[in-house]
């Protein structure tokens, strides 16, 4: 099996929803089962 | 040898992995959460079998050995392999020496 | 079952079945303080009768720690006007919980900030609401500017690089992000921006300090253009609309993701949201702060998805959600319709439409009764004649503290 091209917006960390970017089609390649949110990132803390 | 590309660092699942000393796992319904104390990042680990071998790395002497541990089926490989390298890539697991 | 034969579910969804402990949560230490801000979300001023113990406080931190709670954002009033902060920081921290304190700096002398240096897993952030002075002692007191600068000097000197410049953003200061900008980058500091709220003193400054739509407008694309690395607590998310999401969950995390621990006990949705309408127990209760958290009805209910009621059939829903409840409550709005600051101007709409019913009022008032540092006194509330008086505090903000 050849090594999987990672698909850029997985592979770095970001703070975006990245299930914003699920294709129903793709769902293999592009989906991750990692997602990165900063410690600062969520609303409700002051 | 399977050898995941993330970023500038390489992946390589034949090498022995666990999770960092500073980070922390939390279970949770979708998986867990991960928390590491230096670095301050946060990840969501969206599957439990993802979790599951995260778990087991410390104790295998390869990642490998880990997703075989965990009875990690072929067509997965690819999925979970790039979720640990992104959390090599991030500090949340660490090489053991 | 295999990890593909779920997909990964969208966080909002996952976040219906609950997690098992909040993944940020503030605990207000003391209704106590040495300001009077004219916006405070918490109403401080005067400390409760009621505040937990010591004892009480280090109960709650254990129960952190069981539950895993990775990092916990200490506020008040002051929360270093307890004379326990220390003891209870060194507590937390020995126990697994991060900790980061919000604080105006009073008490950060250059012994303080050594100490803070020399520890791992707490960060400080420093409130400043101006760039300079005169625009940050109109909100926050004469005096106050030179207090918070004196301790971010003291924390550059002592080696702590990194911790936190929070600012709210008003239509008086919304100018000067540049500036608050140099400012962090002089002190090797994090910019912090937030949005204000009309909780709290708030709601009575909230007209005159909201920032107007353009300069909303600016703000948001100042954070696309240079917000890489000033952090806003994703309290922005309800201008999503005007662009591309900025970082963040980009939903609300009340009762979600996040919830207020406060002074006496109370747990609340949110720091934003200190009403009756949105508490969910008490730690002091059977079961703690875990049973609240993982049990009561308001956050079941909270955790729900929610279809956006007259929100939903806008183009932007996905992608400002509706925008802050607590915004929406304490303005009037309905929670089910626009944010009053909505990008598309439904809010605006929609509070020139409101009944002459009265707007809700946060719970209790913990208010200076007398002037402090410049600050007018606050109209006595109505709910002060019917409250236990603590001659104490009365006198003066830190007496018998």
Redesign the interface.
């Known amino acids: 099996?050849s090594?999987?091209v990672?698909d850029e917006n997985?592979?770095?960390?970001t703070?975006?929803?990245e299930?914003e970017h699920?294709d129903d089609a793709d769902?293999?390649v592009t989906?991750?089962?990692?997602?990165?949110?900063?410690?600062?990132?969520?609303?409700?803390?002051? | 040898m399977t050898t995941v590309h993330a970023g500038a660092a390489s992946f390589d699942a034949s090498s022995a992995y666990r999770l960092h000393r500073q980070a922390e796992l939390r279970d949770e319904p979708f998986g867990a959460l991960a928390y590491h104390f230096g670095t301050r990042r946060l990840s969501f680990l969206k599957a439990p079998i993802l979790v599951d071998v995260v778990r087991a790395l410390g104790d295998s002497v390869s990642v490998d050995a880990a997703l075989q541990r965990c009875a990690v089926p072929e067509s997965q490989r690819p999925a979970i392999l790039q979720a640990l390298a992104g959390l090599a890539a991030s500090q949340m697991i660490e090489l053991r020496t | 079952m295999t990890v593909l034969d779920n997909r990964p579910k969208k966080l909002v969804d996952q976040f219906a079945s609950g997690l098992n402990a909040p993944i940020c949560l503030t605990w207000e230490l003391t209704y106590a303080c040495n300001l009077a801000c004219v916006h405070c979300l918490s109403s401080s001023g005067r400390r409760d009768p009621g505040e937990l113990s010591t004892a009480e406080c280090k109960a709650v931190i254990d129960e952190f720690e069981r539950m895993q709670v990775f990092y916990v954002n200490i506020g008040g009033g002051e929360p270093t006007v307890r004379p326990d902060f220390w003891e209870l920081l060194d507590y937390a921290i020995d126990h697994h919980v991060g900790v980061k304190f919000s604080t105006n700096g009073i008490k950060l002398d250059a012994a303080a900030a050594r100490r803070l240096a020399a520890t791992d897993y707490v960060d400080v952030q420093i409130s400043v609401d101006g760039a300079s002075a005169e625009v940050n002692d109109a909100v926050r007191g004469g005096g106050s500017f030179g207090t918070a600068f004196r301790a971010m000097e003291n924390l550059a000197a002592a080696g702590f690089t990194g911790f936190k410049i929070s600012v709210v953003v008003t239509r008086r200061n919304a100018g000067q992000l540049d500036e608050f900008k140099q400012i962090a980058d002089r002190y090797g500091a994090q910019l912090r921006l937030t949005r204000l709220r009309p909780s709290g003193r708030g709601a009575d400054v909230w007209a005159d300090l909201h920032p107007t739509p353009e300069q909303q407008r600016e703000v948001y694309q100042w954070l696309v253009a240079h917000g890489e690395g000033v952090l806003t607590g994703d309290s922005f998310f309800h201008l999503s609309g005007l662009g591309d999401p900025l970082p963040g969950l980009n939903l609300c995390g009340a009762g979600r993701v996040v919830c207020l621990i406060d002074p006496i006990g109370d747990v609340y949705a949110c720091p934003f949201a200190i009403h009756e309408q949105f508490l969910a127990g008490n730690v002091r209760s059977l079961g703690g702060f875990k049973t609240v958290w993982r049990d009561s009805e308001l956050f079941a209910s909270l955790r729900k998805p929610d279809g956006g009621g007259t929100c939903s059939s806008c183009s932007m829903f996905d992608a400002c959600r509706g925008g802050c409840m607590a915004a929406k409550f304490f303005t009037g709005l309905p929670l089910d319709g626009p944010d009053p600051e909505c990008v598309q101007g439904y809010g605006e709409t929609a509070l020139a439409r409101l009944s002459d019913a009265p707007i809700p009022k946060p719970t209790g008032d913990h208010s200076h009764l007398g002037p402090v540092r410049g600050q007018p006194a606050r109209p006595v509330p109505l709910t002060l004649l019917t409250r236990r008086p603590d001659r104490a505090c009365d006198e003066s903000p830190l007496a018998g503290i």
């Open positions: 099996m090594d999987p990672l997985t592979a770095n960390t703070e975006r929803n299930t699920v769902e293999l989906e991750s089962l990692v997602e990165e949110v900063s410690i600062d990132g969520m609303c409700g803390v002051y």
